[in-house]
């Protein structure tokens, strides 16, 4: 049977019993620890890290928020730490869904509070009830379907008559036609894709209305052969006028068949997991939240990469991909969004910002901007960082800003000073 354990990033797991099991330190199996373990040496390898090994008996979780099924059945649901203090479960859920549905552009509807205060099941549990509604808005305006053409022998004409392969007829078969004709049927590329993702979620939904919708649903695409080869099928997803219908429920069925972003958990066992790399999670989030207030002038540029460190031996080396890019006319806006929480309080620590962070800000300010203008880190919100700090100035010419973003409301807290044309009511 499925258990599911919710816990925060960074927080700490263990074999033994927890006397006050909370978002920060949880008991999970020992099955559930040692699978944990060997999936961090696999995630080691590549050059990322899921948790750190602390001894034998503890584990510490790094950055990564989303959803780990484990072969014994356990589901580790991991949520942002947004807030210090309280087990604040449901709010870092909600938190962690809004984000998603920014990061997919999901329509607002889908992304809104009332949908989100409607729904309190667990974030995988959530994705696949979204999968499922919009599997159901597609099929309910029509599944599209394809010509295909096949070869048939038949006593009457029907299509085209094949010469070459009737002609090579035995004379005691000369009454049978060698015809070619062509088929409308919904096997196609998005549609099986569709029903492999439904397959999946069919044998993972927990919730009865879940599972319900999700047989019905198997009902009414049975006739479709699920894809043998994903990576190609999504290749060839159409994207034109007719096909129009199909494109929301394409972020949710990659989700599904990817099963996380970015991030692949190899092996053999193949629960439902997903991973969301925090820090690329809320670059995204701030990116589509100032999409929306951008002045109608303006253009919004994610992982501008037109400029390098310096040149050597005629070509380029080191190159700068700041996160945002605002441009309007002949100005630019440069923006990076770190997942880091930083103190208004602590001057004396630097506002606890990294230096690194500066030198790469400075870096983007001369390359892009000609080392004039605007720049600007942009920090999440909390309770010892709640208004933009003061100026940084490199120069007379360029300007660094650190700039607060409030989680809940998805907005960007500006300085007095700045000229980011963002338009906020």
Not at 38 to 62: C, K, M, Y
Not at 106 to 134: K, N, Q, T, V
């Amino acid at each position: 049977m499925t258990s599911v354990i919710s816990v925060r990033e960074y927080a700490r797991l263990t074999t033994e019993h927890v006397a006050k099991p909370s978002l920060d330190h949880a008991q999970i199996p020992a099955s559930a620890f040692d699978w944990l373990c060997n999936l961090s040496s696999t995630f080691s390898r590549s050059g990322a890290a899921l948790v750190q090994i602390e001894g034998r008996r503890w584990l510490r979780l790094d950055n990564y928020v989303g959803v780990i099924e484990t072969p014994c059945g356990t589901k580790l649901e991991i949520l942002p730490k947004h807030v210090d203090g309280g087990d604040i479960l449901e709010a870092s859920r909600k938190l962690l869904q809004r984000m998603i549905a920014a990061s997919l552009n999901l329509p607002a509807r889908i992304a809104g509070e009332a949908s989100l205060r409607l729904f309190d099941a667990p974030l995988s549990e959530w994705i696949m009830e979204r999968f499922l509604i919009a599997l159901d808005q597609l099929i309910k305006r029509g599944i599209r379907s394809d010509y295909v053409r096949i070869e048939a022998q038949e006593r009457y004409l029907r299509g085209r008559l094949d010469l070459v392969r009737q002609v090579r007829q035995p004379a005691g078969r000369q009454h049978i036609l060698q015809i070619e004709h062509d088929i409308l049927v919904p096997d196609r590329p998005e549609n099986r894709l569709l029903k492999t993702a439904l397959e999946i979620v069919a044998k993972h939904v927990q919730l009865p209305n879940n599972w319900r919708l999700a047989q019905n649903l198997r009902i009414l695409l049975q006739e479709i052969p699920s894809s043998v080869d994903i990576s190609a099928d999504f290749k060839r997803w159409t994207k034109d006028r007719l096909m129009a219908h199909y494109q929301p429920i394409l972020p949710w069925c990659e989700l599904i068949l990817y099963r996380q972003m970015p991030l692949s958990l190899v092996g053999q066992w193949r629960g439902i997991s997903m991973l969301f790399p925090m820090e690329r999670l809320f670059e995204r989030y701030v990116a589509a939240s100032l999409n929306m207030v951008l002045a109608p002038d303006a253009k919004l540029v994610t992982q501008a990469a037109s400029q390098s460190l310096c040149s050597h031996d005629g070509g380029t080396m080191f190159q700068l991909r700041p996160d945002l890019l605002i441009e309007r006319g002949s100005q630019r806006w440069l923006l990076d969004a770190k997942w880091k929480r930083i103190n208004q309080n602590e001057k004396s620590s630097n506002y606890r910002i990294s230096q690194s962070d500066f030198y790469q800000m400075f870096a983007y300010g001369k390359k892009y901007l000609q080392g004039a203008g605007e720049l600007a880190l942009i920090y999440p919100r909390h309770a010892g960082f709640s208004n933009p700090l003061p100026v940084f100035s490199f120069d007379n010419d360029l300007r660094l800003w650190a700039l607060p973003f409030d989680l809940d409301s998805g907005s960007l807290l500006l300085a007095s000073g700045s000229t980011l044309p963002l338009c906020y009511l």
